[in-house]
């Protein structure tokens, strides 16, 4: 019988060819690891983070710098939009493919940190010194620093004195308003515009804003102990207010809202001119002042008065954490710290981020702010006396809340859930979630 | 217009030669055949203008993105018509540049997955075919039961495994986890074309290069081969538009922006604009749709035949 | 021959009719041959294919996130299946789907099949136009689009404005998202149609025309010739399109943003399962998933074949 040499032989060669054609179409490697002694030789870092056309901009600039003085880094940018980031990083984590410096979310902090996948940032030599210790705080779990906060902010409303004015309504006192004059202006700045211009974007597609009612009567989302702490009632009376908006016309409908709620800051209704209030954090503003080519304003939101205390709340707005898998920690922490602690990087990122976690930082570019930096730091700075405390940071699971509440609010907006059983269905995903 | 129809010959004779079919035919004057009540003209008229239409309507969608890639954001929403008041090449130039690298360099990623699929199906696929149709050995129908079942398995069942095993490899965000399951055959579907396609070569010529001794190896790539273009032709557009189009896949394994392939760099696109910039989004939307549509065009023929060949009993 | 014909033979114990034997004395000594040629299959089936479903199926009775090892927790994940309303609406959701699009996008491609009879001018053409929408609609571009045309300032209510009617957000509703989907399905009913076509063609002319002969008119003709002679090929494409039709993915990804929404109505199974395996490091649940994703699918298929003795007529 003969030996099929020639198939064989073919066969193999195509193999190779085949091989050698996709070994070169590989990724990037990153190049030669630096040594810890001698001259460091090459390296390239993956930096992550979501945002807006904006601060992709805003951050490219300071990489920029960045290579400026590291010559021998550099960093690979990885930037998405909000909704898809975290679903993104799920599966690099999981591929084994994790940036090196991460973009972190309180929701998320814990979780990543419980699966090991993130290194203890204080071990690796990035400067916290300047950095409010409570604000430290919010990123350590179980004595280890998994997260450095890069900025505050809080959640509040950005309002449209033009839409306002061309609704002939008086912008609001926020010192003293409640939720019912709040669904009260926004229903009639709809109606006198004939809905050219809605008086506010839904807001229930954030939990946040849940968390403030609930605090403000005492309540609030999260235990300390990692339970729920809120009564379903009051749930429910908050996915009402919803409701009463989009009856009373002071919010578009329902798929309206959906759309909208899709295209992220720069397409809210504020943005586009369309829309008196929407519900966004303080370090927006610049990005959703550019988008709207107007001056906006800072309220706060309802209610802050009306029960038992506040709800408001400072947040750390986002943390920078570093891959426990990375194969170049020194470098993703000089990456951080510079974020963190150089003016070089505070001068450009101002306060998008948050307004700088670093006190010097802080003061030394307060005059560099543009004036919609200005206004947020004078939002944070009237709201210090007011502001009691910060809720618990968010157990594990916390993360699938986002993707809970996004859920839930599309079935009360289209009517398919009361309130009353979205708030049922509600405690008991979350509560599944967070395995309390 | 008469509609003529060729009718069989009656079989009682033995079978004529095609010369004397051909005066038969002559010979015989077809009749006009009537199907229907209506008159044949209008009916067939009727049936083109209904056709027509339908055309139209399938393809409206496609042809208005074409015409709106032409047309700033603002316009496309405003105005419905399908002709631009004027081509405007500014979303391409747009779009190419929108995301982190230029649209190009994702172009070039599904090129390249899609080259070595190509050559993974081709050469491995047709390999089994050949054993399959042309080879005896033990458990050869169990072997090929199995192979017509996994045509069927839905990639599901084993893609998290097979994550997992990348990942251990250090295969993720490469192109591997892509083409090396196309270099062993893991495109049944195409073995199966092959084989229908072999058995219908004579095995004459098998025999006939045996004799002339011949291994297994020659007559596949002397003979085999050769003569197999027609699905070798088939094998590579299907496996090009079918790759070319793979979102899954390339989604799963494919993790960071510089690996991305146009489809996926497409959906970062809708992600990260959100409902702003239509106009470049239509526009690298079409860009990525050319090479199957021009895949469509050379290979019509090929795909038609191929479709209706793997359908027929 | 079709897949589905093949199986069938395999499947059948052979009626005395003998495969056609090797001659010249090669018979059963192709073995090592064979081994080479057939190597990159062996090799792509055991490593690429039965491997990791033997791993997946281990994985199913797991808690595995792809960062620590893998925690044998029995048949959890499976309970888990039935009490995950999340699971089961995606069921329903596909369900839906597979029932509404199929049979639809068939019909579709007969009815056009049936149209472009032979003989008739310019078949070419109209064959290659129909097919197109097929080639295409699998594509994330397609997909794109299709978010588009049905969006809230989209082509669709352009249209209907035109006639005064309000249109809505047809994929930012609930009730309606889904059937956008379906309406894409439909439109690439190409694929099928030449199918159709092909399998038309093979029915001999001399049936239709012995039955003019008898007086048979179009619908007669087509309810007792074309219909029974074609059931094998719609057999095959009924099969073949509710397999495809599962596992659906790419549409309903590019369409809700990944989210499978609004409220979760365009959540199909594979995209839950992409989300709970690739998104929320629950590998072990998905692998659970698939493994009853394959059970649907051949418990279909089965029921097709078996059904198909009723209605579906051969002539071997």
């Avoid at chain 1, 960093?75 to 973009?103: H, M, R």
């Avoid at chain 3, 090797?22 to 090592?32: A, I, V, Y």
Wanted: aromatic fraction near 12%; glycine fraction near 8%.
């Amino acid at each position: 019988m003969r030996r099929p040499r020639s198939s064989v032989r073919v066969g193999a060669l195509l193999a190779v060819a085949a091989l050698a054609l996709t070994a070169c179409a590989g990724s990037d490697e990153p190049a030669a690891e630096a040594t810890s002694s001698g001259p460091p030789e090459a390296v390239e870092i993956r930096f992550s983070w979501w945002g807006s056309d904006t601060r992709h901009e805003l951050t490219q600039q300071v990489l920029d710098k960045f290579e400026e003085k590291y010559p021998y880094i550099t960093v690979v940018p990885d930037y998405t939009d909000w909704n898809s980031y975290f679903d993104k990083l799920g599966t690099a984590v999981a591929g084994g493919d994790a940036p090196d410096v991460i973009t972190q979310e309180e929701r998320f902090l814990n979780e990543y940190a419980s699966r090991g996948v993130l290194a203890d940032v204080s071990k690796l030599g990035v400067d916290t010194s300047k950095i409010d210790d409570s604000v430290l705080q919010s990123g350590t779990i179980d004595d280890a620093l998994y997260g450095v906060a890069t900025g505050v902010n809080a959640y509040s409303i950005i309002a449209d004195p033009a839409a306002f004015a061309a609704a002939g309504i008086e912008m609001p006192d926020d010192t003293t308003w409640t939720w019912e004059e709040y669904v009260e202006i926004a229903n009639e700045v709809s109606a006198k515009t004939g809905k050219a211009v809605y008086g506010a974007q839904d807001y229930g597609f954030n939990e946040p804003g849940f968390s403030i009612f609930a605090r403000q009567r005492g309540e609030s989302l999260y235990t300390d102990d990692a339970k729920l702490g809120y009564d379903e009632k009051t749930l429910a009376e908050w996915w009402q207010y919803s409701l009463d908006l989009q009856t009373g016309g002071g919010q578009p409908d329902a798929a309206k809202t959906i759309e909208v709620d899709a295209g992220g800051p720069e397409q809210s209704l504020v943005a586009t001119g369309t829309g008196a209030m929407a519900w966004f954090w303080t370090n927006q503003l610049t990005a959703i002042t550019n988008a709207s080519g107007k001056e906006l304003k800072l309220l706060r939101v309802p209610g802050e008065s009306e029960s038992e205390r506040t709800g408001m709340y400072f947040k750390p707005a986002m943390y920078y954490s570093i891959s426990a898998k990375s194969e170049h920690p020194e470098e993703s922490a000089l990456l951080v710290d510079f974020l963190l602690n150089d003016p070089a990087a505070g001068e450009i990122l101002l306060s998008d981020r948050g307004l700088p976690a670093n006190t010097d930082v802080r003061a030394a570019v307060q005059d560099k702010f543009s004036a919609t930096d200005k206004q947020a730091a004078e939002f944070l700075a009237d709201l210090e006396d007011e502001i009691v405390d910060g809720p618990p940071v968010p157990p594990v699971g916390a993360g699938q809340v986002a993707e809970i509440t996004r859920r839930i609010n599309q079935e009360v907006l289209f009517g398919r859930l009361s309130p009353a059983d979205a708030a049922k269905q509600y405690t008991l995903e979350v509560g599944s979630a967070i395995g309390s | 217009m008469t509609e003529v129809h060729v009718r069989p010959t009656p079989t009682d004779a033995p079978t004529p030669t095609p010369a004397q079919r051909r005066s038969a035919l002559a010979a015989e004057a077809p009749p006009l055949r009537i199907r229907s009540p209506w008159p044949d003209r209008r009916r067939q008229a009727l049936k083109h203008l209904g056709l027509i239409i339908l055309c139209a309507v399938m393809l409206y969608p496609l042809v208005w993105l074409l015409v709106s890639s032409f047309k700033p954001t603002e316009l496309i929403f405003r105005d419905v018509s399908l002709i631009p008041s004027e081509i405007d090449l500014t979303n391409y130039s747009e779009g190419w540049n929108a995301l982190q690298y230029p649209f190009g360099r994702y172009l070039m990623n599904s090129a390249l997955i899609v080259l070595g699929s190509l050559l993974g199906n081709l050469v491995s696929c047709s390999m089994a075919a050949y054993a399959f149709a042309r080879l005896e050995f033990r458990g050869r129908k169990l072997w090929f039961s199995i192979m017509l079942m996994s045509i069927m398995l839905p990639i599901h069942v084993i893609i998290v495994p097979q994550y997992i095993l990348f990942a251990k490899l250090d295969w993720i965000n490469t192109f591997l986890p892509l083409i090396v399951p196309k270099l062993l055959a893991t495109d049944a579907f195409f073995i199966f074309l092959m084989v229908q396609f072999f058995r219908g070569i004579p095995r004459e010529l098998d025999e006939a290069a045996r004799l002339d001794g011949c291994g297994h190896g020659r007559i596949y790539l002397r003979i085999m081969l050769p003569l197999s273009l027609p699905a070798l032709a088939t094998t590579a557009i299907f496996t090009f538009i079918w790759t070319w189009n793979d979102f899954f896949s390339q989604l799963i394994f494919l993790i960071r922006p510089d690996m991305y392939t146009a489809p996926v760099a497409l959906r970062t696109f809708l992600d990260s604009t959100g409902a702003s910039s239509w106009g470049p989004m239509f526009a690298m939307s079409i860009v990525s749709l050319i090479p199957v549509f021009l895949a469509f065009l050379l290979g019509q023929k090929y795909l038609v035949k191929g479709i209706a060949t793997t359908g027929i009993k | 021959m079709s897949v589905v014909t093949e199986l069938r033979r395999a499947a059948r114990p052979a009626k005395g009719v003998k495969a056609a034997p090797s001659r010249r004395g090669l018979r059963n000594g192709d073995g090592k041959a064979a081994a080479v040629f057939l190597l990159p299959w062996f090799l792509g089936l055991g490593l690429i294919t039965i491997g990791p479903m033997v791993a997946s199926g281990y994985l199913s009775f797991t808690d595995y996130d792809l960062l620590q090892s893998p925690t044998w927790i029995g048949i959890e994940n499976y309970t888990r299946l039935f009490e995950d309303p999340r699971l089961l609406n995606s069921l329903r959701v596909t369900f839906t789907y597979v029932f509404t699009a199929v049979p639809l996008q068939l019909i579709a491609a007969l009815a056009l099949a049936l149209i472009l009879d032979r003989g008739l001018k310019g078949l070419p053409f109209y064959r290659s136009v129909l097919y197109l929408p097929s080639l295409l609609g699998g594509s994330v571009a397609v997909a794109i689009l299709w978010r588009q045309v049905f969006g809230i300032d989209g082509l669709v209510n352009e249209f209907l404005a035109l006639f005064g009617v309000q249109g809505k957000g047809w994929v930012s509703d609930p009730d309606t998202a889904l059937y956008t989907l379906v309406l894409l399905h439909i439109w690439t009913f190409g694929a099928p149609m030449i199918i159709f076509l092909a399998g038309l063609r093979q029915i001999p002319e001399m049936y239709y025309e012995a039955a003019s002969i008898d007086g048979a008119g179009v619908v007669r003709k087509f309810r007792s010739i074309t219909l029974p002679l074609l059931t094998p090929i719609i057999f095959f494409n009924l099969v073949l399109q509710v397999i495809g039709a599962f596992q659906s993915f790419t549409q309903a990804f590019v369409v809700s943003g990944g989210t499978g929404g609004p409220a979760d109505s365009t959540m199909f199974y594979t995209l839950y399962l992409y989300q709970k395996g690739f998104t929320a490091f629950d590998m072990g649940y998905a692998s659970a998933m698939a493994w009853l994703l394959v059970l649907i699918v051949a418990v279909m298929t089965l029921i097709n074949f078996f059904a198909s003795k009723f209605w579906v007529f051969y002539d071997d």
